[in-house]
């Protein structure tokens, strides 16, 4: 933030909404749509994901078997999609999981943001929970695939500030990076409340979101477009993740030094998805088991 803030002037009284605009628009931070651009946005991705698949096992003991590709969005679906998204693996035998990049949109993306983007997406986010989910043979086929949005959203929100700790980075933009997609997903709960309770008009949401997450008008339209038709979600991903956040400093704040961060993980994850309530029932559980008081 003092970076941020000293880029964008320390005195200045622009919402921060635009000074993130300011940072996003600086040549050196931003890749390109040229055909050499896009490519490299998907590199980027590319390695991202794959550095932290060698990290796995410092903080899961349970790992999917199912692969992951990074795969460009056809341009005729750039338009209405956001800038990255996960496809969960599916079929029988399980089909890859597919992380699709916006390359299209790659001149709104910051560097220091697609980083958080990959995690929250691909390893640690959704593929590796999606895809141990989708592994369990022994839950009924429904349950394999069945998502509950508080929980699938909340861990890769919770993914998010978990791959930058897994990466050891000091880097602070990396900590921008983390800062402004949470930022987003604040906003984005802001606006899904303002619509759905305070009967916000669809300008006065492009208004918040513009002023308040850092997007172009195009963007916002498109955050608030979703949002109005579906309600909860924007919500979702917040409460989600500080449920996670909540259970594993509770954990750790009751075992100690017995905590081991790749047991809780496990059992974090290891059923497939589920309601929030379920979820603090099992970490609950876990966490009793696991205590010598």
Known sequence: LTILLNLAGKNSDEPLGTRLKTLSSK???????????????????ETASSAQFTRLPSYFN?????????????????QS???????????????????????????????????????????????????????LKDLPTFRRFLPFESYSEGWAMYAEQL?????GSED??????LLQSDLFRTARMMTDIGIHHKKWLREQAIDFMVK?????????????????????QGCAYKVGQLKFLELRNKADQVLG????????HDVAIGAGAMPLQVLEQRINEYVARNSKN
Not at 98 to 124: C, D, I, S
Not at 163 to 167: A, K, P, Y
Not at 172 to 177: F, V
């Open 257 to 264: 030094d017995d905590f081991d961060i790749k047991e809780f």
């Open 172 to 177: 602070p933009w990396d900590k921008i990076g």
């Open 27 to 45: 040549p050196e931070f931003t890749f390109d749509t040229t055909s050499s651009g896009r490519q490299e946005t998907l590199d980027y991705f």
């Open 81 to 135: 999609r956001t800038m990255a998204l996960y496809i969960p693996p599916k079929g029988e035998p399980l089909q890859e999981g597919k992380l699709y990049v916006n390359t299209w949109q790659a001149h709104t993306l910051t560097r220091y943001l697609a980083k958080t983007f990959a995690y929250h997406e691909g390893v640690p986010g959704h593929h590796l929970q999606k895809s141990i989910q989708a592994e």
């Open 62 to 78: 349970l790992l999917p078997k199912t692969e992951m590709i990074v795969k460009e969005l056809p341009q005729r679906r750039s």
């Open 163 to 167: 791959g930058h700790e897994m990466t």
């Open 212 to 232: 308040n997450a850092g997007l172009a008008e195009s963007e916002a339209e498109r955050e608030v477009d979703r949002y109005i038709v579906w309600p909860g």
